[in-house]
């Protein structure tokens, strides 16, 4: 595979590319995103023999946010299997923006995906559990497993969220109305928020993207996380879906699953090879990181990633 000997420098040389983009706004629906720093930008691939490679900030913690919604949507099919899931949850593309009350009228209360917030919440309230503290401490147990360390809850930005995701529970009201959500909904908005304000790094997302990338084995502790039938279920999901309404477009440029968070990571999966993580919280208007698009593109190319990339058969190349 082209420049795999060549990793780190190419992971410095795709931080120094996405520097060049200045686009891009922090988010600030949620008060304490606003106070981001702009300049922050980490970089981080993650292989899955367990080589790590970053530049940057890829130390930097920042809320995880909806990269959280394909991990547990992994160990919520883990729990429950394929076809429970897929028929409650969905996996089609809504073409609407990640927080659309219409895709859900559109579509008779189905949510479509687990990755816009509607799906999200109806992933969320799947989850096994007596109480919300319980599916709440799967969660954080979960993804802990993905990133292989104790993952912590930012608690700042769980207050700022839940002080104002007032259409998070108008969505859970309207999932609750077309019988999709069957707890009560205000507390499983409180688990997602929850989810989406655990601390994570480049690193820590470049590892879960590496665990998903090698059948749900962790690179790093050799712990098999979710099955590997899982992860080619979380990974189709994210192909269709993990950008949003760029999803289509992500696909096309970089030719790979991955997934975004309205604090500025984006976590991508090359199966077979490696996570790549990045952080950059200047987002363009669907809600992804500008930077991290750029310097995530950059490796793809660099290393060859693409998975629908081929090259003329050498037997045709033959005389």
């Not at 300049?39 to 913690?61: R, Y």
């Not at 609407?96 to 949510?111: D, K, Q, R, T, W």
């Amino acid at each position: 595979m082209q420049g795999w000997d060549k990793v780190e420098a190419l992971t410095a040389d795709a931080y120094a590319f996405g520097l060049g983009e200045t686009r891009g706004l922090v988010a600030d629906y949620i008060p304490i995103l606003a106070e981001t720093d702009p300049e922050l930008f980490g970089v981080c691939v993650a292989e899955v023999d367990g080589s790590i490679h970053s530049a940057g900030d890829a130390a930097v913690e920042f809320s995880i946010q909806s990269i959280s919604k394909a991990f547990v949507y992994a160990l919520v099919c883990e729990e429950l299997g394929h076809d429970l899931v897929k028929e409650h949850v969905g996996v089609n593309n809504t073409g609407l923006a990640f927080n659309s009350v219409m895709a859900i009228e559109l579509n008779y209360g189905h949510p479509m995906n687990p990755m816009v917030n509607a799906g999200a919440l109806a992933t969320t309230a799947l989850v096994p559990g007596g109480s919300p503290a319980e599916q709440w401490e799967l969660i954080r147990q979960g993804l802990s497993r993905f990133a292989g360390h104790p993952l912590e809850l930012d608690g700042e930005v769980y207050r700022s969220e839940m002080a104002t995701n007032q259409r998070n529970m108008a969505i859970a009201r309207l999932l609750e109305s077309y019988r999709r959500i069957e707890i009560d909904p205000l507390k499983v908005v409180d688990v997602y928020t929850k989810q989406c304000a655990l601390r994570v790094s480049a690193r820590d997302i470049a590892v879960m993207g590496a665990t998903l990338a090698d059948g749900g084995v962790n690179p790093i502790t050799g712990e098999q996380v979710v099955s590997a039938a899982v992860c080619r279920d979380t990974l189709s999901v994210l192909a269709a879906n993990g950008m949003y309404e760029r999803s289509g477009e992500w696909l096309f440029e970089i030719g790979l699953p991955g997934k975004s968070g309205v604090a500025g990571g984006i976590v991508t999966i090359s199966p077979g090879k490696a996570g790549i993580g990045v952080f950059s919280p200047r987002l363009d208007s669907a809600g992804n990181s500008v930077r991290g698009q750029a310097a995530t593109s950059f490796l793809s190319r660099s290393l060859g990633l693409n998975i629908f990339a081929s090259d003329v058969s050498p037997t045709r190349l033959e005389p």
